[in-house]
């Protein structure tokens, strides 16, 4: 893949809440090359919708802050944007897709109208022009009798309809980087089969690099080249999509993919599906070992005391486990 478009480092965000400091992100890199589409999954909680809000400049503060790090994008770091230049770069070069389409479309604003916007202020195309080019665009996301529905607003459209709306949105100014948080989750399942394949068509015919956030790992390995796996605010491992699906390291890993129905990914082979046990601790809580410690059937002494880093396993592949190290330590994975 080409250069870098957008490179993460030691990105940590934390919000102050009235139970004390929760470390929602905490020490997260990673980088996403040019025309890449890499997934970000992991349990509710896990930190991933604020590493992409981090991304945007969108973290509500107070009670959310970004703690350290640097978010390089085409080299320049966002953190030291001022609210305009990161305005000018939402939409035009960086866009995103929410989960609900409802709260990020305007109810009182037509659809036509929220498409063309971002045409005017980023790219001062005339009312006309940006209204026929928003047409256009609601054609190419199979929007049915587009230029009619122009003067439609949200609610008059179904849900499959809306995100269409919204990815047409998104893509409207031919941003670089995509940032899809869980497109489909509202979504039945034929609407979201829909959508993906809309969103591969998309991707093949511009050079834009997507950051895909799912708790589908069907998804994934449908969409996506390399997965992060994201555990208590920190990514535990990062491998391309076949390493993550057919080697495994992480513990937590093993058992997201157990946990995942079998009709999930290729390969599944599991015949019933196993919890992993025990939740998340609160992120307020100061933890010295390895977060996942308390769930984990494989830990030993070292886990409990000292934190691992992101191991190499392999090229592209790495886990944050001291099992790497330790490797006598893994018991026989039921
Ligand atoms: N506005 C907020 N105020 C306080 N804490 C917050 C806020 N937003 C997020 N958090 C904290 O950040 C953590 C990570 O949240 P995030 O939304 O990134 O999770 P997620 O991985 O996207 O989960 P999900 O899969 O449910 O969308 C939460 O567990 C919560 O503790
Ligand atoms: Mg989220």
């Not at 001022?82 to 604003?109: A, H, K, W």
């Not at 019933?272 to 939740?279: A, C, D, H, K, V």
Request: proline letters at 6%.
């Amino acid at each position: 893949m080409g250069d870098k478009l957008l490179e993460i480092e030691n990105l940590s965000v934390n919000f102050h809440t009235p139970e004390g400091i929760a470390r929602a992100v905490d020490g997260v890199g990673f980088t996403l090359a040019t025309g890449e589409t890499v997934g970000l999954v992991g349990e509710s909680g896990c930190g991933k919708s604020v590493t992409a809000l981090s991304i945007l400049g969108l973290i509500p503060s107070p009670p959310g802050q970004i703690e350290a790090g640097e978010i390089r994008f085409d080299g320049q770091n966002l953190l030291d944007l001022d609210n305009e230049s990161l305005r000018n770069m939402r939409g035009r070069y960086i866009s995103m897709i929410f989960q609900e389409p409802m709260t990020s479309l305007n109810p009182v604003l037509t659809i036509g109208r929220q498409v063309a916007e971002p045409l005017m202020i980023h790219q001062g195309l005339k009312r006309a022009a940006a209204f026929e080019r928003a047409a256009e665009w609601l054609d190419r996301v199979k929007i049915p009798a587009a230029a009619k529905r122009l003067k439609d607003y949200p609610h008059e459209l179904s849900g499959g309809m809306r995100q269409r709306v919204m990815i047409a949105m998104a893509m409207v100014c031919g941003p670089k980087l995509l940032i899809a948080d869980e497109p489909t989750t509202a979504l039945d399942v034929t609407i979201q089969a829909q959508i993906l394949s809309l969103m591969t068509d998309l991707k093949e015919e511009v050079a834009m690099s997507v950051l895909l956030i799912t708790h589908d790992l069907g998804v994934v390995a449908q969409m996506a080249s390399r997965v992060m796996v994201m555990y208590a605010g920190q990514i535990v491992e990062e491998a391309g999509v076949v390493d993550v699906f057919d080697h495994p390291f992480h513990p937590y890993t093993r058992g997201l993919l157990k946990s995942a129905p079998r009709t999930a990914y290729p390969g599944n082979r599991s015949r019933r599906l196993i919890e992993i046990p025990g939740t998340v601790p609160p992120l307020t809580r100061q933890l010295v070992g390895c977060k996942f410690t308390e769930r984990c059937r494989h830990s030993f002494e070292l886990c409990r005391q000292q934190q691992p880093t992101l191991f190499q396993i392999s090229s592209g592949h790495r886990a944050r486990c001291w099992l790497m190290k330790y490797p006598q330590n893994r018991r026989d994975d039921a």
